[in-house]
């Protein structure tokens, strides 16, 4: 072994001596939704397939008519060649879902808010940037890249986040407050509205990340952002989830993306989305906001499951949306909760530090709109009472 190799294998052991080595685990999802592991089919309790639209028949009939018609890849960057009239016509499309000027496509959510935030911030250095202390891994990386220190405020604590900004950032050259509508792992909700305000008040710039709310929540899906249209400044969001595809977009003011066009390095030095995936964001652009029906059912199935978790004894979660936290402590406990749920038949991963913090090692349970109430209780009785 070379000198890094050896250092690389130290470092795999200390995260093995802690019990949090990650492992890939193959699956197949069949058209029903089922998972399909090890030869078990399981109910699925994990994927962020909240509307099941992955097997939507129409996503898959216009990812496969637009490759037939436009070929399976882009060529280029957007900057070259890259760019096709589908891509400025779903962008304009996501731009009108979102209820803002302008959009712009991204290979993916981790890029988008990777290279998005350090554009930001190329433009005014030294600029105090305010994060919720629970934003996606993604965001970090994005500041880091930027090489700036976050002001991180208490998880969605607001009254913290102006107190932070009474004393920080009140002679830097700009201020952005950064943060998540609906919050992956804890499946609470930020408020957009008292958010907006504080910026304005502070002339702050705000980012919400909307990952986990497009598709479910806002008018007709289009996230939380849209009905409160002007209160946030970028709005990012991906395809990857609810919409049933890949990819991600952000979305604000011409002059924004007019800018990102031209600084923002995870969109100039990529080579853009191919037609598949710009077929199926389009589908998905078609069917999502007629799907009241089935976000409503997600919240009846998000309410059932909370109600019967605290009937267990499980202190009460701040979620409402269709991510359940199970909080069980210690990484190993939650392990083996999974476990336990797996040999009956249900897939819902343990959620461990680093991904969440130490201590709240947990099931994230996440729901479909596909679930039926009797999968509710299913699961409910194989987590059992509160240990
Ligand atoms: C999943 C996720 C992302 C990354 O999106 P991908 O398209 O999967 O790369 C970004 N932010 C949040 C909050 C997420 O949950």
């Given at each position: 072994?070379?000198?890094?190799?050896?250092?690389?294998?130290?470092?795999?052991?200390?995260?093995?001596?802690?019990?949090?080595?990650?492992?890939?685990?193959?699956?197949?999802?069949?058209?029903?939704?089922?998972?399909?592991?090890?030869?078990?089919?399981?109910?699925?309790?994990?994927?962020?397939?909240?509307?099941?639209?992955?097997?939507?028949?129409?996503?898959?009939?216009?990812?496969?008519?637009?490759?037939?018609?436009?070929?399976?890849?882009?060529?280029?960057?957007?900057?070259?060649?890259?760019?096709?009239?589908?891509h400025l016509t779903v962008e304009r499309r996501i731009a009108d879902f979102k209820r803002t000027e302008a959009a712009l496509l991204f290979a993916s959510g981790w890029?988008?808010?990777?290279?998005?935030?350090?554009?930001?911030?190329?433009?005014?250095?030294?600029?105090?940037?305010?994060?919720?202390?629970?934003?996606?891994?993604?965001?970090?990386?994005?500041?880091?890249?930027?090489?700036?220190?976050?002001?991180?405020?208490?998880?969605?604590?607001?009254?913290?986040?102006?107190?932070?900004?009474?004393?920080?950032?009140?002679?830097?050259?700009?201020?952005?407050?950064?943060?998540?509508?609906?919050?992956?792992?804890?499946?609470?909700?930020?408020?957009?509205?008292?958010?907006?305000?504080?910026?304005?008040?502070?002339?702050?710039?705000?980012?919400?990340?909307?990952?986990?709310?497009?598709?479910?929540?806002?008018?007709?899906?289009?996230?939380?952002?849209?009905?409160?249209?002007?209160?946030?400044?970028?709005?990012?969001?991906?395809?990857?989830?609810?919409?049933?595809?890949?990819?991600?977009?952000?979305?604000?003011?011409?002059?924004?993306?007019?800018?990102?066009?031209?600084?923002?390095?995870?969109?100039?030095?990529?080579?853009?989305?191919?037609?598949?995936?710009?077929?199926?964001?389009?589908?998905?652009?078609?069917?999502?906001?007629?799907?009241?029906?089935?976000?409503?059912?997600?919240?009846?199935?998000?309410?059932?499951?909370?109600?019967?978790?605290?009937?267990?004894?499980?202190?009460?979660?701040?979620?409402?949306?269709?991510?359940?936290?199970?909080?069980?402590?210690?990484?190993?406990?939650?392990?083996?909760?999974?476990?336990?749920?797996?040999?009956?038949?249900?897939?819902?991963?343990?959620?461990?530090?680093?991904?969440?913090?130490?201590?709240?090692?947990?099931?994230?349970?996440?729901?479909?709109?596909?679930?039926?109430?009797?999968?509710?209780?299913?699961?409910?009785?194989?987590?059992?009472?509160?240990?």
């Amino acid at each position: 072994m070379g000198s890094l190799d050896t250092l690389i294998d130290k470092a795999l052991g200390e995260i093995e001596g802690r019990g949090h080595r990650r492992m890939l685990s193959p699956v197949t999802i069949a058209p029903n939704g089922m998972l399909r592991r090890d030869g078990c089919e399981m109910l699925d309790f994990s994927s962020n397939d909240y509307l099941g639209l992955s097997r939507h028949p129409e996503l898959i009939a216009r990812a496969r008519d637009w490759t037939e018609r436009y070929g399976v890849g882009s060529g280029a960057s957007r900057l070259v060649t890259g760019t096709s009239e589908a891509h400025l016509t779903v962008e304009r499309r996501i731009a009108d879902f979102k209820r803002t000027e302008a959009a712009l496509l991204f290979a993916s959510g981790w890029q988008a808010n990777a290279a998005v935030l350090p554009a930001l911030l190329a433009a005014a250095p030294g600029a105090a940037v305010f994060t919720d202390r629970l934003i996606h891994a993604s965001l970090h990386h994005g500041c880091a890249a930027a090489g700036v220190r976050q002001i991180r405020f208490r998880h969605n604590d607001l009254d913290h986040l102006e107190q932070l900004l009474a004393r920080n950032g009140r002679n830097a050259p700009a201020r952005i407050i950064v943060t998540e509508s609906v919050f992956s792992m804890d499946g609470d909700t930020a408020d957009l509205s008292r958010l907006s305000q504080i910026a304005s008040a502070h002339d702050a710039f705000l980012f919400v990340d909307e990952a986990h709310a497009t598709g479910v929540h806002g008018p007709g899906g289009a996230g939380l952002s849209a009905a409160i249209p002007g209160g946030v400044d970028l709005v990012m969001g991906t395809f990857s989830k609810a919409m049933g595809s890949f990819g991600a977009y952000v979305a604000g003011s011409r002059l924004l993306c007019d800018y990102l066009v031209n600084a923002c390095s995870g969109f100039i030095y990529s080579t853009a989305p191919p037609p598949a995936v710009l077929g199926a964001i389009d589908a998905a652009l078609d069917v999502v906001p007629a799907m009241n029906v089935q976000r409503r059912t997600l919240t009846e199935l998000g309410d059932r499951l909370r109600a019967g978790l605290i009937h267990a004894g499980y202190p009460r979660s701040e979620s409402s949306t269709q991510i359940v936290p199970v909080v069980l402590g210690e990484a190993r406990n939650a392990v083996a909760v999974s476990q336990k749920l797996a040999e009956q038949g249900m897939l819902a991963a343990a959620i461990r530090p680093p991904t969440v913090p130490r201590g709240t090692s947990r099931l994230r349970i996440a729901l479909r709109s596909t679930h039926e109430q009797a999968d509710i209780d299913r699961l409910l009785e194989a987590i059992g009472p509160c240990p």
